[in-house]
Every structure is written in C-alpha cells, then in structure tokens.
Nanobody
Framework: QVQLVESGGGLVQPGGSLRLSCAAS????????MGWFRQAPGKERELVAS???????YAADSVKGRFTISKDNAKNTVYLQMNSLKPEDTAVYYC??????????WGQGTQVTVSS
C-alpha cells in the first residue's frame, strides 16, 4: 500500500524557518487533495494546510501568511514551507490525504520544536 514519509523537522529558534517534505511511495497522489496536520502534546491533531489536485491551497488562520503548502506531482512529494516560526508551532507534523474517506494510515511524522 501507499506509505507516507515525513522529513525536515528539527529544532529552530523563534522567527526561523523550516521546510518539511512528505514523500509518498507507490501510487500517484496528483488525484488526491493533500494536507499537512500537526499534533502538540495534550492537544488534538489539526489540519494546518491543504492543497487540491488543481493546486488550490488552504491554510489555517493560525499559520496563514507564514506557512505555504506546495507539491511536486512528478516526485510524489508535498512540501510545507514554514516561516516566522513561533513556539506555539511546536508539534509533530504529519501529511496525509485531506479527504477523510481517502485517508491513509498515519506515518511517524516529523518533530518541529521552536524554542529559544
């Protein structure tokens, strides 16, 4: 089955930037809307950004203007460019198909820690 592997997380200072990548093995995801999700300790997993097959993007209010989602269909890869990072962005970040009916098993995610 299709597997999703997130990478690019790390420790960064407030105001810094990170670029996350999500590589899909098997299957072409150009037909699916894709999303980035995050989960902080003690909190529910939340959608932070999504992109449709046609390239239309969405970003949650909490990250709007700071995070940008993009994709490369030829590489089966989705990206999340994160700028002006804040401590409250600290979480494990996951990618998956945006539509719940087509959702794949969650991967391990990638840890993003924003701290001085």
């Amino acid at each position: 089955q299709v597997q999703l592997v997130e990478s690019g997380g790390g420790l960064v200072q407030p105001g810094g930037s990170l670029r996350l990548s999500c590589a899909a093995s098997g299957g072409i995801f150009s037909i699916y809307a894709m999303g980035w999700f995050r989960q902080a300790p003690g909190k529910e997993r939340e959608l932070v950004a999504s992109i449709t097959p046609g390239g239309t993007t969405y970003a949650a209010d909490s990250v709007k203007g700071r995070f940008t989602i993009s994709k490369d269909n030829a590489k089966n890869t989705v990206y999340l460019q994160m700028n002006s990072l804040k401590p409250e962005d600290t979480a494990v970040y996951y990618c998956n198909r945006a539509r719940i009916a087509y959702r794949l098993p969650w991967g391990q995610g990638t840890q993003v820690t924003v701290s001085s």
